[in-house]
């Protein structure tokens, strides 16, 4: 098969609760966070799922991932590349709370339209009236205070992250409404197919993040911050906090010369 040949990747789902176990959820809401540009997504949502206890449901194994392994822990377990879809019931006794997070995003156009499209399709299935997705600004410095956007075309979502109607800033949470550019990947498309074609109540919040490293930790914590603002989640920093001063010790904190941010363009170029 040529790369460029039109195809459909196939699933395989391994499933962790019994499949009626997502019946009938109430008013769910759902965070997504994938690889993008950065790991930003994949971070956030892990340290959702662990401060909030969430329960994981099912995992996908997609075709169009990239073809590796992964060895997690000192124990030598092997992973597949995978999306995984976590659950809280009834959280905070009013609706369920779904976390979808994973190590790999689709390689192809194709790939990263039919996940988007599966998660949206999902989504809609289940009648959510709320989807976040996380997305990363990839930027050569990092920040105590990184610069976040939001985009919906919802106006309640908006309202419900308090964005000014005239400035379009809540400056307490150092977020702005993003009027021009462009976001790339699953977690873009999934909101623009959960809006478009399910009118799920939808929006993507990105940040700021360093783009010459694995983790940028000073990132996690101001999504996470949004997040526990927005949606009243009760989250403890404790450990993100400690993460965010280590991580802020050895990274440069002003932006990069302008041949320097020329050498970095290059090599995510040959990469």
Not at 147 to 155: A, E, K, P
Not at 231 to 247: C, G, H, P, V
């Amino acid at each position: 098969m040529y790369y460029l040949e039109p195809f459909e990747p196939k699933i395989l789902v391994q499933y962790f609760r019994d499949q009626t176990y997502l019946k009938n959820l109430i008013h769910p809401l759902c965070i997504l966070g994938v690889p993008d540009l950065s790991n930003l997504g994949e971070i956030s949502t892990k340290y959702l799922i662990k401060e909030l206890n969430a329960e994981k449901i099912l995992t996908y194994h997609i075709s169009d991932f990239l073809p590796i392994g992964y060895v997690e822990n000192q124990e030598g377990t092997f992973k597949l590349s995978y999306l995984d879809l976590y659950l809280i019931k009834d959280f905070q006794n009013s609706r369920d709370f779904i976390i979808i997070t994973g190590n790999e995003a689709p390689l192809s156009p194709i790939g990263n339209h039919f996940v988007a499209n599966m998660i949206a399709d999902l989504l809609g299935s289940y009648n959510s009236e709320l989807f976040i997705s996380i997305a990363s600004n990839p930027t050569s410095y990092s920040s105590l205070t990184p610069q976040l956007y939001f985009v919906s075309n919802f106006n309640e979502l908006l309202q419900m992250f308090k964005l000014d109607e005239k400035t379009h800033q809540n400056k307490e949470l150092s977020l702005q409404l993003l009027q021009k550019g462009l976001i790339a990947g699953v977690n873009a498309l999934s909101v623009s197919y959960a809006s478009t074609f399910y009118n799920i109540p939808s929006g993507i919040l990105l940040s700021e993040v360093l783009e010459s490293v694995e983790f940028d930790y000073t990132a996690v914590k101001a999504i996470l911050k949004v997040l526990d603002a927005v949606l009243k989640l009760q989250l403890s920093f404790k450990a993100l906090d400690l993460d965010a001063k280590k991580f802020q010790k050895n990274y440069p904190k002003e932006p990069l010369s302008e041949n320097e941010a020329l050498k970095n363009v290059r090599r995510r170029i040959q990469t």
